[in-house]
């Protein structure tokens, strides 16, 4: 997660190799710092996680396969900015 400093409600974030804006204003009593993990959805953040959640969180949705792998290829392609 990087804090874009021209609007600092938002956030880059990398999923699966996908890189988005999302907002973070939900987390904003939070002190999310560059390096964070979040656990978003449908492009906003709603929690900061520690790395073993993040971990186990993935682990969880790339067992479910095809399944993952086709929705990870619609965001990929929804894509607004490639990084």
Known sequence: MEILTDH???????????????NIG????????P???????VGFALSKIDEVE??????????IGQ??????AAFRESMIEKG
């Open 54 to 63: 993040a971990k186990a969180a993935l682990d969880f949705l790339e067992s």
């Open 26 to 33: 939900l987390l904003e009593e939070e002190s999310l710092t």
């Open 67 to 72: 399944a993952y792998e086709d929705e990870i």
């Open 8 to 22: 600092p409600d938002l956030a880059m974030v990398d999923v699966s190799g996908v890189r988005r804006a999302i």
């Open 35 to 41: 390096g964070d993990w979040i656990l978003i959805h």
